[in-house]
């Protein structure tokens, strides 16, 4: 294996990207198209689910509860019904994909320290949105509980949560690295075989197989051009 042949395939590899505007295209700005419809246009995030409220209970604990909710960015409320009719015309047109409602004595019950219910319907079409939806559920009924046992019962135990590494808990931040290696190995296999499949219809491979190349100095040759952009993409979409 001499080196002098691995650089002249190299080298001939490097001309022809060059001057193959499709290549050049495939090399540099697949990559980055890539990255930023799987990373940024594809997200696994829910926020503003829409969201219909049938408050019966009308007490000032229930309107806290809404509020609760609409203060959210998970959740935004389009509308807030009167009965159960209504809240199920919404669902079934798709106009909302989640529906709370706070029954009758909703308040009364919390006062006397009896447990009080709370229907919460979700579209469960996309089951995905729908699991992600019932933990911001839970979430948001658990800190209003929580705050009104306060105001009742000083907490004996005073829990700070902190996220480290993903504060805002946002999908693109766990996803996008892993794509970047992903799209890279991807782009370089298939430039390489792109490559090679060329040879064969430009009738230049036969050339190649009467010259002294080895087959592993053929295959390094072919790969260090694509091994050397495919580091150069790696770095443009890191700094992107």
């Not at 829990?159 to 690295?177: A, C, G, H, Q, Y």
């Amino acid at each position: 294996m001499k080196i002098s042949r691995i650089k002249a395939i190299a080298k001939k590899e490097l001309i022809q990207i060059r001057r193959d505007p499709l290549s050049l295209a495939m090399a540099f700005l697949m990559p980055v198209m890539l990255l930023f419809i799987f990373g940024y246009a594809i997200t696994l995030d829910v926020n503003n689910l829409e969201t219909v409220v049938c408050d019966l209970d009308k007490s000032m604990l229930s309107r806290e509860l809404v509020a609760q909710f609409g203060e959210s960015d998970y959740f935004t409320i389009i509308d807030r019904v009167h009965s159960q009719e209504e809240i199920d015309g919404y669902l079934d047109r798709g106009e909302a994909l989640v529906a709370i409602t706070i029954p009758r004595n909703f308040s009364e019950n919390i006062k006397k320290g009896r447990p009080a219910g709370l229907q919460v319907i979700v579209d469960g079409s996309d089951s995905n949105t729908a699991t992600i939806a019932l933990g911001y559920i839970s979430g948001v009924t658990g800190l209003f509980s929580k705050r009104i046992a306060v105001k009742q019962i000083p907490p004996l135990i005073d829990t700070r949560m902190r996220v480290w590494f993903n504060e805002e808990l946002k999908s693109s931040n766990f996803i996008i690295p892993g794509l970047i290696a992903v799209i890279m190995s991807v782009i370089a296999d298939l430039l390489t075989s792109l490559t090679v499949s060329r040879e064969w219809e430009r009738g230049t491979m036969e050339q190649l197989i009467s010259t002294p190349v080895k087959t592993q100095e053929f295959i390094l040759g072919k790969l260090i051009p694509y091994f050397l952009i495919g580091f150069i993409d790696m770095l443009i979409s890191v700094l992107l």
